[in-house]
């Protein structure tokens, strides 16, 4: 017996058999094929986990050994002039990067740009002087999305967390007055990152709704959501809760409380300290515990807030 279009069905001895009907599987057509999920790609994920690199590192235990000058000629030509580059939100173009390196560098060439995995970008500059003055200049942005940027090094593996300098403004809301002097707003700053540089209202003292000084941050660590501070004891010895504000920045994990990744996601451990005591700080004082007011605690991660005179979203602590 045959199926229709004359083509006859073997059974397990060679014989014909009846086609089966009702349980036969159907190929589906290219139309359900497009409304349906997409099967992963093959061999386009080099992420390998940590389990499995445990298991590797016992089946595997040889280890190729390469001298190091057979490196070293290589390194050289990257070591003095190449930057890594990773935006801290949307995924960018090689050449968008590269451009606005040229524009806000001033340059009078385009820097050669290799796309690596993970959303790494290596950019070679030309010489090593191009190279420091792009590491000094910042914050970088493309397209609104904030760029980490950190020296080329020996060994280096794009992965999850491989680098995070990144240069940003930090607000400080709400600063007392008398603590706008560039030593003492550093001083609070360097809670969050290394302070660099003051902003020329802050410096000159023609804003006071908040201080404002650029930071270099470590992005591959929680982001801090801000300090006690405390001053003399004129007013008492009461310390107040400094928040910190980080402008463009992709709003942080509400786990771990470091940007790049949301909480499903998340794989990092949450401080062990959590957010830090007040009665700690303030020896246990019910003044000072109630002299607190809401809008100085640590707030949840937020976007939207803008500046009428600056573009760019805010982040607060996490």
């Known amino acids: 017996m045959a199926e229709a279009g004359g083509t006859p069905v073997l059974g397990k ?12 599987a159907k190929r589906p057509s290219w139309a359900e094929v497009t409304k349906g999920v997409p099967r992963p790609p093959v061999w386009t994920c080099h992420r390998t986990p940590s389990r499995e690199l445990e298991e590797l590192q016992t089946r595997f235990p040889e280890v190729v050994e390469v001298p190091e000058e057979e490196l070293e000629e290589v390194r050289s030509e990257w070591r003095s002039t190449t930057v890594l580059v990773r935006s801290l939100g949307r995924s960018l173009p090689a050449d968008w990067v590269v451009k606005e390196i ?7 060439y385009d820097a050669e740009c290799f796309t690596l995995s993970e959303g790494v970008i290596a950019i070679r500059f030309a010489n090593e002087i191009d190279r420091e003055a792009a590491m000094r200049n910042g914050p970088w942005m493309v397209a609104g999305q904030v760029l980490a940027m950190d020296r080329w090094r020996p060994s280096f593996v794009p992965k999850p967390g491989c680098f995070g ?3 940003v403004w930090l607000r400080l809301p709400s600063l007392p007055m008398d603590f706008w002097k560039k030593e003492a707003i550093f001083r609070v700053a360097a809670r969050a990152g290394t302070p660099l540089a003051l902003d020329g209202f802050t410096e000159q003292r023609r804003r006071y709704g908040y201080a404002r000084v650029k930071v270099e941050l470590d992005a591959s660590a929680p982001l801090v959501p801000g300090t006690w501070v405390r001053g003399s004891s004129a007013d008492g010895g009461a310390p107040f809760w400094q928040g910190f504000v980080y402008e463009n920045l992709p709003v942080p994990c509400a786990r771990c409380g470091r940007i790049g990744h949301s909480a499903v996601g998340c ?9 830090l005591n007040p009665e700690k700080v303030s020896g246990g004082s ?3 515990r109630d002299g607190i007011d809401a809008s100085e605690k640590p707030m949840q991660a937020e976007t939207g807030g803008t500046d009428p005179g600056r573009q760019g979203p805010l982040v607060h602590g996490w």
């Open 267 to 275: 794989v990092f451990v949450p401080p062990a300290e959590g957010r």
């Open 102 to 108: 040229r524009r806000a560098g001033k340059l009078d």
């Open 165 to 167: 300098r990144v240069v």
């Open 13 to 24: 001895e060679g014989a014909q058999r009846k086609p089966s009907s009702g349980n036969a």
């Open 286 to 288: 019910e003044e000072a």
